[in-house]
């Protein structure tokens, strides 16, 4: 251990430039960790806030925003199903949002009976009561400024219809452009012009002492013309949309591989150059009758010392920057164990790195010392 830090404090130039280079690898993969991480939370965001147990969405709907109708006779055949508790309806789409100051701006438009849980925003007159609200819209705190509703109430247009923001409300913060917005069922059908005996989803609860999946199983029975998905599968289906079929999560994946090739490059070449410049004092050590495993350890040694002390300043930056980062994206999100595994992926990329260091470490001959 002496000797490892003695090789790598004498030049702390280059040592400061291994750290520099983890610590930024480290920074990148936690980062965009937490970016892909908070995408797929957000994916799911819509799904994940009912309570609901099983979904019934149309057959081949690939994610919760671009939802397609079903028939509303759904819902009676799905109560007729022994162990339904309850099944409530959601609409869901696209609408023009008309602001104060006459600009319009596409959003991503919500209702849902309030059925579907006391966790989704729906606006309630009063918490104690399931009444709505008329005309009342909610909106996501990161999209209050571009919305013009930053202070409540505000009157304004859905699809020329008259409505007014009563609530800012979080953790529904927009990742593919357009805001979510949240209604009650009633006027988001107004607000869609969604035909009487059509709805968009239908979210069943599952009684006490009834088997999720086998109630399942009787609702695909009875209705062979839907998907009918519970609600993990479903919200599992979304992100799995936007990550793999939308490219967007490929592409924060693939930054934050190329920031561990960055780390591995930067390291394998800084361990690589200290390990050339004290080959002498590794032929000494096999001179005097060193064991490999005590060389091979001096090598390691430096690798793992560089990497936990980049990876600590890595991920002391970390935090900061994602604080600083969410009032321009409210949605990401770094969960307790990304930092912890990062750890374990920047210290694998130092041990990757001194593997080259380590055969030229063994390869050096006792008798170099005698030349030297």
């Not at 280059?14 to 960790?33: D, K, N, Y």
């Not at 006459?102 to 009561?129: D, H, K, W």
């Not at 936007?242 to 592409?251: D, E, H, L, R």
């Not at 307790?336 to 041990?351: D, E, F, S, T, Y």
């Amino acid at each position: 251990m002496r000797l490892a830090w003695r090789n790598l404090s004498h030049d702390r130039l280059r040592f400061a430039v291994t750290i520099i280079g983890i610590a930024f690898a480290v920074f990148l993969m936690v980062f965009q960790g937490s970016l892909l991480t908070g995408f797929l939370r957000a994916a799911a965001s819509g799904i994940n806030a009912t309570d609901g147990d099983i979904w019934i969405v149309a057959r081949g709907v690939q994610c919760f925003e671009f939802a397609t109708p079903l028939p509303k006779r759904f819902r009676e055949i799905s109560m007729g199903v022994p162990g339904v508790e309850s099944a409530s309806r959601m609409a869901v789409g696209f609408a023009v949002w008309r602001k104060p100051s006459g600009m319009s701006q596409l959003v991503l438009l919500v209702g849902a009976e309030s059925g579907v849980g006391p966790r989704f925003p729906i606006p309630y007159i009063n918490p104690n009561t399931t009444a709505a609200i008329p005309d009342a819209i909610l909106v996501d705190r990161s999209n209050a400024f571009s919305l013009e509703s930053v202070t409540v109430p505000v009157s304004l247009e859905v699809n020329q219809r008259r409505a007014k923001t009563v609530e800012i409300i979080d953790g529904f913060g927009s990742f593919f452009g357009a805001p979510y917005v949240f209604t009650s069922y009633a006027d988001a059908t107004r607000y869609l012009d969604v035909p009487q005996e059509e709805t968009f989803y239908i979210i069943v609860k599952v009684a006490n002492g009834y088997d999720v999946k086998t109630v399942q199983r009787e609702l695909t029975a009875r209705l062979p013309d839907a998907d009918v998905l519970t609600r993990e599968e479903f919200a599992r289906r979304s992100q799995l949309f936007w990550v793999i079929k939308t490219g967007a999560g490929g592409a924060l994946l693939l930054a934050a591989l190329l920031a561990w090739l960055v780390g591995l490059v930067i390291v394998s070449q800084n361990i690589y150059a200290t390990t050339m410049e004290n080959l002498e004092e590794y032929a000494t050590l096999k001179a005097i009758g060193a064991p490999r495993r005590y060389i091979r350890g001096v090598v390691l040694t430096q690798a793992l010392v560089s990497g936990v002390i980049g990876s600590c300043a890595g991920l002391i930056a970390v935090f900061p920057a994602a604080d600083a980062i969410t009032e321009m994206i409210s949605w990401i999100y770094t969960p307790w164990w990304l930092p912890v595994m990062m750890i374990g992926v920047g210290l694998l990329m130092c041990c990757l790195a001194s593997i080259v260091s380590i055969r030229k470490a063994l390869s050096v001959e006792p008798a170099r010392v005698f030349r030297a």
